[in-house]
């Protein structure tokens, strides 16, 4: 699909993936709703790039809905949807203070998980009613999961359990959606340069860039951001993962 004229809507759009992502559709034509928590960076920049903000709990099925159809009322449908809203969580199963606790748990899994799935619920209801183009397609489902779904380290036991079911969605729902033109991608990240990044110690920043084998540096958040351009511009991609990490593979911690 080429993105000029098209509708993407992003979750997790103020910042880090999301923004760099919702910029640089922007840039290439599409018309982009952000959907995020966070009020002032998402409505600043949604200004900056002709784009629609809508606060957006993505654990509520309410506010997905309204997202999309916001999506869909300022796009003349909705084309494409990527999802990059999503909260981490560092504790053990077993720690010094104790058990890990069921409700941080459970609510790792609720944003990341089934935050994810009602998104993809709505969008792809919503891209049924898309005209088919040239080679068939309706619209693309773009998820964000994350190595930890494969190499998830000590501490992480409620992040991976979050973004494996993120990775075990992808494949179903390409095969389900298939028949409306609808392709799903699911992109796994390694140690990417966001804020959380930022706020690290410098040296704490340095030990993680060296893990990378090449290139030996954290990834830059465009460089998300170009993988879901071409992937929604690849009409071949469909039902895979595609890890963005630099060959890192993690260690247990």
């Known amino acids: 699909m080429q993105l000029t004229g098209l509708s993407a809507l992003v979750t997790g759009g103020a910042s880090g993936l999301g923004a760099a992502t919702a910029e ?102 919503a891209m049924t009613a898309n005209q088919p183009n040239a080679e068939g397609e309706r619209g693309v489902i773009i998820n964000t999961a994350s190595i930890a779904a494969f190499d998830g380290q000590i501490g992480q036991v409620a992040y991976a359990a979050s973004k494996a079911g993120v990775v075990g969605m992808g494949l179903p729902a390409a095969r389900e959606l298939a028949r409306f033109g609808i392709r799903v991608m699911t992109i796994a990240p390694g140690i990417f340069d966001t804020a959380m990044m930022a706020s690290l110690p410098e040296a704490a920043r340095a030990s993680l860039s060296a893990q990378v084998p090449f290139p030996s540096r954290l990834g830059r958040p465009d460089e998300y951001a170009a993988l879901v351009q071409h992937i929604i511009e690849n009409p071949m991609l469909n039902g895979e993962v595609i890890r963005l990490d630099g060959a890192i593979r993690m260690a247990p911690k």
């Open 24 to 125: 640089r559709l922007a840039v290439a034509g599409a018309r982009v709703t952000i959907a995020d928590l966070n009020d002032a960076a998402g409505a600043a920049l949604a200004e900056r790039i002709g784009g629609r903000f809508m606060r957006t709990d993505v654990t509520d099925p309410a506010q997905c809905a309204a997202a999309v159809a916001a999506a869909t009322d300022f796009g003349g449908g909705l084309h494409t949807l990527v999802c990059c809203a999503g909260i981490v969580l560092a504790e053990r199963m077993l720690g010094r203070d104790g058990v890990h606790d069921p409700a941080r748990f459970k609510r790792v899994i609720e944003v990341n998980l089934i935050g994810t799935f009602q998104m993809m619920l709505y969008a792809a209801q």
